[in-house]
């Protein structure tokens, strides 16, 4: 107690003063008067009022000590538990409150502080509760977009990097977070675009196309990278968020569709030009009969070309489309192979090849449409007699395999090459493998509708090749349940009704 009361900066001194200065102003008015008025008196009675003055004196220090010390500690305490907490709410601890059992001033005062502390850890929980939900929500955003994403502050340190980019690029945000993005990301065209953004010198968003090759792809990816500045609410700029978005297939259609003009404009000038050329020659006079034959068979000859090209390339653009009208039935693949050679078998004769066909005579019947699966087996046919040497063999096989029937057309032909096994369906392409092909007129487009019909019945076609040792092209058509037929004709009654 005697420290506190010592303590220059304490409560309890400054109320000891305070109580010493006011209980000892009327006792040293009246001690004053009294030694005034003692002089008079005799000497014993003098030092008996001298002694109990002193006393007096003495316990009025005490007492005032004694009540300073006993009000400063009822002030104290609630002072510190004030002081304490709001030490902790400077800290963020919301959950400290102040101890009071009184009524008194200091007692509402500490139900007061309490109230706001709890106001204030309620308004912190909803403000704490936002911003998870909210990086959560940018989490999640990240995680899940199709297109990469880094996020670079001014002294372009990764600050974020989503886990598409990390795939592309072969990097993983746990180690490249903070560090400088130039020595992670070597692409020139991209580190000069983030650093053109940062420096403000291109205010509107720019983009650049970077070419990759992910160590988990075959093939390199092209990506289309888009920049822009992150400004904070005072205007400063906090960052650098680029994205990337893969346009590997939109470059490779508009190659395909260069490709595609490029291909039909030759495929069409050449039987043209033969028309046009020999035309010419048949209004020469001097042309002799024989030669006008010979000259008119050729025109035929292109024309046909010709005109089966434009078919064919219709027979597709209206399958891809959705305008091809399918008209299914119950088919047996047998007879239609049947037909198709009957009608086409002078095509292997004039080579002097051999036809064997493995057909079981109890071959299930499937849901397709006749005229398109004709279409198939010609093309099939007509390709392996094509690009197979004279004396040669076709084989022609159907069978029943779980729920679907697989038919194979195999050749003893020149055979396809890997690099264009993946090709070989594609429009307009022609293997070059083989001298031999080269010299055989052909559209590119066979195949392509081929592949077309069997995908418009929901089947698959492969095929399997090696060089010089021949090709097997195979398709399987899956077997339509009842129900699924039964739904079909339904379709067709109500279209027909529909029409009438």
């Keep these: 107690m005697a420290l506190k009361i010592?303590?220059?900066?304490?409560?309890?001194?400054?109320?000891?003063?305070?109580?010493?200065?006011?209980?000892?102003?009327?006792?040293?008015?009246?001690?004053?008067?009294?030694?005034?008025?003692?002089?008079?008196?005799?000497?014993?009675?003098?030092?008996?009022?001298?002694?109990?003055?002193?006393?007096?004196?003495?316990?009025t220090i005490i007492l005032a000590a004694l009540s300073a010390l006993s009000f400063s500690k009822r002030i104290n305490e609630p002072i510190r538990q004030f002081t304490r907490s709001a030490t902790e709410i400077a800290r963020g601890n919301f959950t400290h409150k102040v101890k009071s059992s009184s009524d008194d001033e200091l007692g509402k005062l500490a139900k007061i502080f309490n109230?706001?502390?709890?106001?204030?850890?309620?308004?912190?929980?909803?403000?704490?509760?936002?911003?998870?939900?909210?990086?959560?929500?940018?989490?999640?955003?990240?995680?899940?977009?199709?297109?990469?994403?880094?996020?670079?502050?001014?002294?372009?340190?990764?600050?974020?990097?989503?886990?598409?980019?990390?795939?592309?690029?072969?990097?993983?945000?746990?180690?490249?977070?903070n560090q400088p993005i130039e020595?992670?990301?070597?692409?020139?065209?991209?580190?000069?675009?983030?650093?053109?953004?940062?420096?403000g010198s291109n205010h509107e968003d720019s983009s650049v196309e970077i070419e990759l090759?992910?160590?988990?792809?075959?093939?390199?990816?092209?990506?289309?990278?888009?920049?822009?500045?992150?400004?904070?609410?005072?205007?400063?700029?906090?960052?650098i968020v680029t994205v990337f978005r893969d346009v590997t297939k939109e470059k490779e259609i508009d190659r395909m569709k260069t490709e595609l003009v490029s291909m039909v404009a030759h495929e069409l000038r050449s039987p043209l030009t033969s028309i046009a050329g020999f035309s010419e020659l048949l209004l020469d006079t001097g042309v002799s009969q024989d030669q006008s034959k010979e000259y008119a068979e050729i025109i035929l000859k292109e024309s046909n070309?010709?005109?089966?090209?434009?078919?064919?390339?219709?027979?597709?653009?209206?399958?891809?489309?959705?305008?091809?009208?399918?008209?299914?039935?119950?088919?047996?693949?047998?007879?239609?192979?049947?037909?198709?050679?009957?009608?086409?078998?002078?095509?292997?004769?004039?080579?002097?090849?051999?036809?064997?066909?493995?057909?079981?005579?109890?071959i299930s019947t499937i849901w397709v449409d006749q005229e398109m699966m004709g279409e198939v087996i010609l093309n099939l046919f007509s390709n392996a007699v094509k690009y197979s040497?004279?004396?040669?063999?076709?084989?022609?096989?159907?069978?029943?395999?779980?729920?679907?029937?697989?038919?194979?057309?195999?050749?003893?032909?020149?055979?396809?090459?890997?690099?264009?096994?993946?090709?070989?369906?594609?429009?307009?392409?022609?293997?070059?493998?083989?001298?031999?092909?080269?010299?055989?007129n052909g559209s590119g487009l066979g195949l392509s509708l081929v592949k077309e019909i069997i995908e418009l019945h929901d089947g698959t076609i492969w095929v399997e090749s090696e060089l010089n040792k021949g090709s097997t092209?195979?398709?399987?058509i899956p077997k339509s349940s009842e129900s699924e037929i039964q739904n079909e004709y339904s379709q067709s009654y109500q279209e027909m009704d529909i029409i009438e």
């Design 6 to 59: 010592l303590d220059k900066q304490s409560l309890s001194r400054k109320l000891f003063f305070l109580l010493l200065g006011v209980s000892l102003f009327p006792l040293i008015i009246c001690f004053l008067f009294f030694l005034k008025t003692s002089a008079q008196a005799a000497y014993i009675q003098h030092n008996t009022a001298l002694l109990f003055c002193s006393t007096l004196i003495l316990l």
């Design 473 to 476: 092209f195979s398709f399987s």
């Design 115 to 177: 109230f706001m502390t709890t106001e204030l850890r309620r308004l912190n929980e909803m403000n704490l509760n936002k911003m998870i939900t909210e990086k959560n929500k940018t989490e999640t955003i990240l995680k899940n977009i199709a297109d990469g994403v880094i996020v670079t502050d001014p002294h372009h340190k990764i600050l974020v990097l989503n886990s598409i980019a990390e795939s592309w690029f072969g990097l993983t945000e746990v180690e490249v977070v």
């Design 389 to 440: 040497p004279e004396g040669k063999k076709v084989i022609i096989l159907v069978e029943d395999k779980d729920q679907k029937q697989i038919i194979s057309v195999t050749d003893e032909g020149y055979g396809i090459s890997k690099k264009s096994l993946d090709k070989i369906f594609n429009k307009f392409y022609r293997v070059t493998d083989n001298e031999n092909i080269q010299e055989v």
């Design 305 to 362: 070309r010709l005109g089966d090209l434009i078919n064919k390339f219709l027979d597709i653009s209206r399958i891809e489309s959705g305008k091809s009208q399918i008209n299914k039935t119950y088919v047996n693949m047998k007879h239609v192979i049947e037909n198709i050679l009957e009608m086409n078998m002078y095509l292997a004769e004039r080579k002097g090849m051999d036809l064997k066909i493995d057909i079981p005579d109890d």
């Design 213 to 239: 090759k992910p160590a988990d792809l075959k093939k390199s990816i092209v990506l289309q990278a888009k920049a822009a500045q992150v400004i904070n609410t005072k205007g400063d700029l906090i960052g």
């Design 183 to 199: 020595k992670l990301i070597y692409e020139q065209k991209l580190l000069s675009l983030i650093n053109q953004v940062n420096s």
